[in-house]
C-alpha cells in the first residue's frame, strides 16, 4: 500500500493554505496515457500562487524523497516508461514568494495519487490470420485473336524523268555538217528526273553530260529558285558529267530552268524544262549558234 504521508496545510490565515486536492484525470493508468488534473482549491494572503507537481513514488514510500519528480507546473503529464510499478502523485502546492522544494516541511499542499501503480504498455493480442485455401485456377477463356488491318502503304509521289524533244533541224547530216560548223562532240545530253508534289515537282537528278570543254550555264526563274544564275566552266568540271546538285530539290509550279551547253566558236545546246502542277515539267530542246543565239540543229543531233 501507499504509505507516504505528505505534510499538510498551515492552520493561519496569515499564509497560504491548501483546502482541497486536485483530482487526476486519465486512464488507464499504463505508459503512454496522459493524465491531466483539475479541481482543487487554495487560499492565502495576497501574493499567494499554486503549482501542479508530478510525481512518480514506488508502492511503499513514505517520503518525498523516495519519489521522482516528473513535473513541476504542467496541469498534465503523459505517463512513462520509467513509472511502470510506481503510483503517480499529483500534488497542489501553495505557496508565496519564492517556492520551496518538495519535501520540505511546513509546506501548503494536499496530493492525489492513481488508483493503480502504472502498468507497462498492452501487448495487443495478435489475431490469427485464417488459413488462406487456395483460390481453384479458373480456365483461362481463349482470346480470340483480333483481325489485324491490313496496314495501308502509302502510295509513292508519281516518278518522271523528261525525255528529250524532237528539235528542229536543218535537214544537215551531222557529219556533213561538221565540214562546215564546228559542233560540241559528243553532243550534249541533259536529263532531269524526279516525283510530283501537290504543288510542282522535287527534282532528285539534273546533270549534264558534255565534253569538258564545255561550259554549262543554268538560269532559273520563279519564287522557289535556289539562285537565279550558275554555272560551271571547262576549269570547274573534273568529269564529263556534271550534276546540278543545287537544283535538285521541290520546286513550285512556274517555275522555270534554262539549261545552256556553250564552246566559243561551237554549235552548243539550250534546254528549257517548266514545272507544273500535276504533270511532268515540259522540255524544250534547242541548238545555239557559236555567237549563242537559237538555230535550227543539224540532223542527228
Known amino acids: 500500500m501507499f504509505a507516504l504521508s505528505l505534510g499538510g496545510s498551515a492552520d493561519a490565515q496569515s499564509t497560504p493554505q491548501v483546502t482541497q486536492a486536485g483530482t487526476i484525470n486519465g486512464s488507464p493508468i499504463r505508459v503512454g496515457t496522459r493524465l491531466t488534473a483539475s479541481g482543487g ?45 510506481r503510483y503517480i502523485a499529483l500534488n497542489l502546492y501553495a505557496y508565496r514568494g519564492q517556492p520551496q522544494n518538495p519535501g520540505t516541511s511546513g509546506r501548503a499542499e494536499r496530493f492525489t495519487i492513481t488508483s493503480s501503480t502504472v502498468a507497462p504498455v498492452a501487448t495487443p493480442t495478435p489475431t490469427p490470420v485464417p488459413t488462406p485455401r487456395p483460390t481453384p485456377t479458373p480456365t483461362p ?13 502509302p502510295t509513292p509521289d508519281p516518278a518522271f524523268e523528261v525525255p528529250a524533244t524532237p528539235v528542229p533541224t536543218s535537214g544537215e547530216v551531222l557529219q556533213e555538217t561538221s565540214r562546215h560548223r564546228r559542233i560540241i562532240k559528243p553532243f550534249p545530253v541533259v536529263r532531269m528526273r524526279g516525283t510530283l508534289t501537290s504543288v510542282g515537282a522535287k527534282i532528285t537528278l539534273f546533270t549534264v553530260r558534255a565534253p569538258r570543254t564545255a561550259k554549262i550555264t543554268v538560269r532559273c526563274k520563279g519564287r522557289s529558285c535556289p539562285a537565279s544564275r550558275w554555272s560551271r566552266t571547262h576549269t570547274q568540271r573534273k568529269s564529263t558529267l556534271t550534276r546540278m546538285g543545287r537544283f535538285e530539290r521541290g520546286l513550285r509550279a512556274g517555275v522555270v530552268i534554262t539549261v545552256s551547253v556553250t564552246r566559243s566558236g561551237y554549235l552548243g545546246k539550250r534546254t528549257t524544262f517548266v514545272i507544273r502542277r500535276g504533270a511532268a515539267p515540259s522540255r524544250i530542246d534547242r541548238c545555239l549558234s557559236s555567237k549563242g543565239r537559237v538555230t535550227k540543229c543539224p540532223a542527228g543531233t
Open 41 to 85: 482549491a487554495w487560499s492565502g494572503p495576497s501574493g499567494t500562487t499554486a503549482r501542479w507537481e508530478w510525481f512518480a513514488c514506488p508502492a511503499n514510500a513514505r517520503s518525498w524523497t523516495e519519489c521522482f519528480t516528473r513535473s513541476l507546473y504542467q496541469n498534465n503529464y503523459t505517463i512513462q516508461s520509467g513509472d511502470v510499478g
Open 141 to 153: 477463356t481463349p482470346t480470340p485473336i483480333p483481325t489485324v488491318a491490313p496496314t495501308p502503304v
